[in-house]
């Protein structure tokens, strides 16, 4: 049964630590998604890959966020320094771009994260 | 990117039928119609989408409107375990981005 991988599942830091989450998308997708959701916000897109290339990230806070996938297996989302205000539960999904608007995406369970 | 509207919440028996709305009045001919829903502690899961015509699967129908501007997700015998977030959402043709709304959240009563 494929899914999406994302660890870790909760994380707790302290204001102004480094946060690395990471994801393993379905074998054989292209695309990467990652979202952040907040109970005032809703579900909001960070960044966007495909074929490993960052198509769209103008969802993501560039001074402190980044995103990368360091090979076709792993796609992370780097924190730095973190703050309060980042603490959310934070997606990782997959897809085919092949299948077009018709691209069906994956989610992951979620990394809860909670910046003290 | 065309918008989606949805009722906040709905609630619905146990072992009944559900029809979930949603409207799309600026939807454009290309644009495909989607819905996922969110499982409490989970993330968003696929249920069904559809272009113009009515679609069928395993967990849900989708009925589509003549006019495309609107459309309905039916749960046809709804357990307890449907209760979630269910968002409709339309997948532009010119991109593979999807744009969440609030979504409608569906209380099953026992």
């Known amino acids: 049964d494929a899914r999406v991988t994302q660890t870790p599942r909760h994380k707790v830091t302290e204001m102004g630590q480094e946060v690395t989450m990471r994801c393993q998308p379905i074998?054989?997708?292209?695309?990467v998604f990652w979202y952040r959701q907040t109970m005032m916000q809703g579900l909001e897109l960070l960044a966007y890959?495909?074929?490993?290339?960052?198509?769209?990230d103008s969802g993501m806070p560039k001074d402190r966020f980044s995103a990368e996938m360091p090979d076709a297996t792993l796609a992370t989302l780097k924190i730095q320094p973190s703050e309060p205000r980042d603490s959310a539960v934070y997606f990782c999904?997959?897809?085919?771009?092949?299948?077009?608007?018709?691209?069906?995406?994956?989610f992951g369970a979620g990394t809860r994260l909670s910046v003290l | 990117d065309a918008k989606t509207t949805q009722p906040n919440s709905m609630e619905s028996n146990e072992e009944e039928p559900v029809h979930l709305p949603c409207n799309h009045s600026?939807?454009?001919?290309?644009?495909?119609i989607h819905w996922y829903r969110q499982l409490p502690s989970q993330g968003p899961e696929y249920v069904i989408h559809?272009?113009?015509?009515?679609v069928n699967n395993r967990m849900a129908s989708l009925a589509i409107a003549e006019d495309r501007k609107s459309s309905t997700l039916i749960l046809h015998r709804a357990t307890l375990r449907d209760a979630a977030v269910y968002y409709c959402?339309?997948?532009?043709?010119?991109?593979?981005?999807?744009?969440w709304g609030a979504g409608t959240k569906l209380i099953i009563k026992p």
């Open positions: 890959f495909r074929n490993r290339a960052p198509l769209d």
């Open positions: 559809g272009l113009t015509s009515n």
């Open positions: 600026t939807i454009s001919g290309t644009d495909y």
């Open positions: 999904a997959s897809g085919l771009v092949s299948a077009g608007p018709q691209n069906i995406q994956y």
């Open positions: 959402i339309l997948s532009a043709a010119s991109n593979y981005q999807l744009i």
């Open positions: 074998l054989g997708h292209n695309t």
